[in-house]
């Protein structure tokens, strides 16, 4: 059996600052709503990965832990009263709009991390190891599973039940417009293709910022303020929100 010294995992770093946000966030924030649904279901991956006789820190947390840090380094620029990336934007402007569904928060936010957070994540591996995006292939599929969990965990606990999610409802069209797989495969080809840009940190730089640009129009779809009040158990009390698009907690 292979021999291995006890190591603390990168990944505890970003869950406790996603403990620590979970704490300070009212429940009914929108950013506490993606954030909530985020840290169970690392946490969840994390205690599988460790459940094995010799967890290797660095092939856990490769793609992992740079991924938290990009949605943390976000929240981090609000706080701080500056802007965050396009694509988080409409996220921490919308937190507490009161026409906002729990999914609809929930999803945009995977939106941010997946279609941005991802392929920038891949970028910034690759130079660390100097590496090539083929070589996180293998890494990107199983961080893969991890978002697909997420997704999974945002459509089961948060979205109301199937008496309750009419065809009629706005809410059932917008949960069906985005879809996790074309956004992996777009995160994918957006990673290769910044890491084919690096010498050429012009064009590298603006191809980023249409891809954080287009990222952040397509969560403020997701944000748009739905009619109605939100169903029975879906989880958000209108009469606590608030319209304004404040970034604080």
Request: charged share 25%; aromatic share 4%; glycine share 8%.
């Amino acid at each position: 059996m292979a021999q291995c010294e006890q190591v603390l995992h990168p990944v505890d770093g970003v869950v406790s600052r996603m403990r620590a946000l979970d704490a300070a966030l009212r429940a009914r924030d929108g950013v506490a709503v993606f954030n909530r649904v985020y840290l169970a279901v690392t946490e969840a991956a994390d205690r599988r990965t460790g459940a094995g006789p010799c967890p290797d820190a660095r092939a856990t947390s490769a793609l992992d832990v740079p991924l938290a840090e990009r949605y943390l380094a976000a929240v981090d620029a609000v706080s701080g009263e500056r802007r965050p990336p396009a694509c988080w934007r409409p996220l921490f402007a919308s937190r507490h709009h009161p026409g906002v569904r729990p999914p609809q928060f929930a999803l945009a936010g995977l939106n941010a991390h997946v279609g941005h957070g991802l392929a920038l994540a891949v970028v910034d591996t690759c130079r660390t190891l100097e590496c090539e995006p083929v070589d996180l292939e293998v890494e990107f599929d199983r961080v893969g599973e991890l978002l697909v969990s997420l997704e999974e965990r945002v459509r089961d606990e948060l979205t109301p039940g199937p008496d309750l999610l009419r065809i009629a409802d706005p809410l059932t069209h917008l949960l069906g417009a985005w879809n996790l797989e074309r956004a992996r495969d777009a995160a994918w080809t957006a990673a290769r293709t910044l890491w084919a840009l690096r010498r050429l940190p012009d064009l590298a730089g603006e191809f980023a910022e249409r891809l954080d640009t287009a990222v952040g129009l397509a969560g403020r779809m997701l944000l748009t303020p739905l009619p109605g009040r939100a169903p029975a158990g879906a989880g958000w009390d209108q009469s606590s929100g608030s319209s304004t698009g404040a970034i604080s907690s």
